[in-house]
């Protein structure tokens, strides 16, 4: 811990306003598209995973992401249930918002919650252009330890990275983003094929 902290005083680690700034641009934000790469590295396996895709979001909790690579896998919600599925499996599992909701998830990608309802400012690091602003949830999340929200002058969010409690980092590179378009009227819901194995799910 104590080599973390003298770390990040040696990056130029500086306490500003951006949070602030940030939760302000984006109250301007109604829907969102944005073609990303994630990458997850875990701490007990050395090879990282490595997956493309789309995501599309909309104020009211409701989403939707597709993986493109390495496997086709759909993730659809309209705000009261969440549907995975599988494409190459022809599986496809159905849960409750209610009982997978993440207030940190709510707050960084649906827009549902104000930044400063979830999360408290730890820090700022300068890095050429940019800040990455560090924050960390108010209350105790299962999955979430801290979050790196990169953003370039514009206060555009280039890059998150998360990190659980487990150590392992998810960083999702943000490669296109388009704001404030209109979504087609069957973007946050799925119709499956009727070939499809369909379940129940006690939690995702």
């Given at each position: 811990?104590r080599?973390?902290?003298?770390?990040?005083?040696?990056?130029?680690?500086?306490f500003?306003?951006?949070f602030?700034?940030?939760e302000?641009?984006?109250?301007?934000i109604?829907?969102?598209?944005?073609?990303f790469?994630?990458?997850?590295?875990?701490?007990w396996?050395?090879?990282?995973?490595?997956?493309?895709?789309?995501f599309?979001?909309?104020?009211?909790g409701?989403?939707?992401?597709e993986?493109t690579?390495?496997?086709r896998?759909?993730?659809?919600?309209?705000g009261?249930r969440i549907i995975?599925y599988n494409?190459?499996?022809?599986?496809a599992?159905?849960?409750?918002?209610?009982?997978?909701t993440?207030?940190?998830?709510?707050s960084?990608?649906?827009f549902s919650?104000?930044l400063?309802d979830?999360?408290?400012?730890v820090?700022?690091?300068q890095?050429g252009?940019?800040r990455v602003?560090?924050?960390r949830?108010?209350?105790?999340?299962?999955?979430?330890?801290?979050?790196?929200?990169?953003?370039?002058?514009?206060?555009?969010v280039?890059?998150?990275k998360v990190?659980?409690?487990?150590?392992?980092e998810?960083?999702i590179?943000f490669?296109d983003v388009?704001?404030?378009?209109?979504?087609?009227?069957?973007?946050?819901?799925?119709?499956?094929p009727?070939?499809?194995?369909?379940?129940?799910?006690?939690?995702?």
């Amino acid at each position: 811990m104590r080599f973390w902290v003298s770390f990040l005083f040696l990056l130029g680690i500086v306490f500003g306003g951006t949070f602030e700034d940030l939760e302000e641009k984006l109250k301007g934000i109604k829907t969102i598209k944005v073609v990303f790469i994630q990458k997850t590295v875990y701490s007990w396996y050395p090879r990282p995973d490595i997956s493309k895709g789309y995501f599309y979001a909309s104020r009211g909790g409701k989403f939707r992401i597709e993986y493109t690579y390495p496997d086709r896998v759909v993730l659809v919600s309209d705000g009261e249930r969440i549907i995975v599925y599988n494409e190459e499996e022809r599986e496809a599992i159905v849960d409750s918002v209610e009982r997978n909701t993440s207030p940190v998830i709510e707050s960084l990608f649906f827009f549902s919650r104000p930044l400063s309802d979830v999360f408290e400012p730890v820090g700022e690091i300068q890095e050429g252009d940019r800040r990455v602003i560090i924050m960390r949830p108010k209350a105790r999340d299962e999955n979430i330890e801290r979050v790196f929200v990169e953003v370039n002058p514009d206060l555009e969010v280039v890059r998150v990275k998360v990190i659980d409690r487990e150590r392992t980092e998810t960083v999702i590179e943000f490669i296109d983003v388009q704001k404030n378009f209109s979504p087609s009227p069957g973007l946050f819901t799925l119709d499956l094929p009727p070939d499809v194995r369909l379940r129940e799910a006690g939690g995702l």
